[in-house]
């Protein structure tokens, strides 16, 4: 089971990046992929979900309007989408996959994301 997130890079306050997360050693349709954040010295925040069986996601309410993660299952592929992007955006983001939201137990490598002008 692997996960590789890429996307990540320096973007000025306002921009926007697309996150991706290519899932290998498993299919991605039978497995959630929820996206974690860490910036320095601050906790994990796992700042979006989405259920392998409808698609459901789920947005944590700090970047509702502004995230928005989806799935192509015939890539193998998730993805998070990051508008409107602040500096308090700045950190590592991890794609972890589970058997649903609530258990994500494989981590991949993250993709740091720098907001800076």
């Known amino acids: 089971v692997q996960l590789q997130a890429s996307g990540g890079g320096l973007v000025q306050p306002g921009g926007s990046l697309r996150l991706s997360c290519v899932v290998s050693?498993?299919?991605?349709?039978?497995?959630?992929i929820g996206w974690i954040r860490q910036a320095p010295g601050k906790e994990r925040q796992g700042v979006a979900c989405?259920?392998?069986?409808?698609?459901?996601?789920h947005v944590m309410d700090s970047v509702k309007g502004r995230f928005t993660t989806f799935r192509d299952n015939a890539k193998n592929t998730a993805y998070l989408q990051i508008n409107s992007l602040e500096p308090e955006d700045t950190a590592v983001y991890y794609c972890?996959?589970?058997?649903?939201?609530?258990?994500?137990?494989?981590w991949g490598q993250g993709t740091q994301v720098t907001v800076s002008s």
């Open positions: 972890v996959a589970g058997h649903n939201c609530q258990s994500l137990d494989y």
């Open positions: 989405i259920d392998s069986s409808e698609g459901r996601t």
């Open positions: 050693g498993f299919s991605l349709e039978y497995y959630a």
